[in-house]
């Protein structure tokens, strides 16, 4: 069974960079074709992809956004992280994780989500 | 910058027949988008009713299907039930950058 679940600051300050963390279990970053990423969604608002980072390190980012973020991933501890840096409070948000099986052309299992604020 | 369209609301009676449309901005979507269609109640995470244009997630009722109607992708609900009260997501694969653009959703009423 695939799971995913994200974890990182629940309050930040505009300016600052936030770290987010996307633990998974039931599949491997190892497995040809397979892609992690990142979506987020402000209150009441859409949703918005983010990144997704491929077993082969292949990285993409949405283009909005490509600037500030980076995604990286540590296959031996099944997690991906994402940055995010100079923060507004219109990043603020339910950031989720999401798993890409081969051939990494659709998103499938979710995390939970993660809420973020951007105050000062 | 790539756009993708939904109804932003759409109402339908209990038992009745509703198809949800996705379109793009910059032409028509096909399968080579392998559109996805979410389903989301409010503080929960989306969970995934279609993937590739037409195959069902495990576990989603038959009620739902997915297909690609003139240029655009859509979801139609047959027999639509109370619990189907909820806002409805695509999203589209752009393989020209390899990256994927959500629309902005559907509040689907039931009453």
């Known amino acids: 069974q695939m799971t995913l679940k994200e974890s990182g600051p629940t309050l930040m300050k505009p300016t600052q960079t936030l770290t987010l963390t996307c633990s998974f279990s039931?599949?491997?970053?190892?497995?040809?074709?397979?892609?992690v990423g990142w979506i987020r969604q402000p209150p009441g608002k859409a949703l918005e992809w983010l990144a997704l980072?491929?077993?082969?390190?292949?990285?993409r980012y949405s283009p909005s956004l490509k600037s500030r973020l980076t995604i990286t991933k540590d296959t031996s501890k099944n997690q991906v992280v994402l940055t995010m840096t100079n923060l507004d409070p219109v990043d603020t948000g339910t950031y989720f994780c999401?798993?890409?099986?081969?051939?990494?052309?659709?998103?499938?299992?979710w995390g939970q989500g993660t809420l973020v604020t951007v105050s000062s | 910058q790539t756009v993708v369209t939904q109804e932003p609301s759409f109402s339908v009676s209990p038992g009745g027949t509703v198809t949800l449309t996705c379109g793009l901005s910059s032409g028509s979507v096909s399968s080579s988008h392998y559109p996805s269609w979410y389903q989301q109640t409010p503080g929960q995470a989306p969970r995934t009713l279609i993937y590739s244009t037409n195959y069902r997630s495990s576990g989603v009722p038959d009620r739902f299907s997915g297909s690609i109607l003139g240029n655009k992708a859509a979801l139609t609900i047959t027999g639509a039930q109370a619990d189907d009260q909820s806002d409805y997501y695509c999203v589209v694969y752009i393989p020209s950058s390899r990256n994927w653009v959500f629309g902005g959703g559907t509040k689907l009423t039931v009453l």
């Open positions: 999401v798993y890409s099986p081969p051939p990494g052309t659709i998103l499938t299992y």
């Open positions: 980072i491929y077993w082969n390190d292949d990285k």
């Open positions: 039931g599949f491997s970053l190892r497995t040809s074709g397979v892609g």
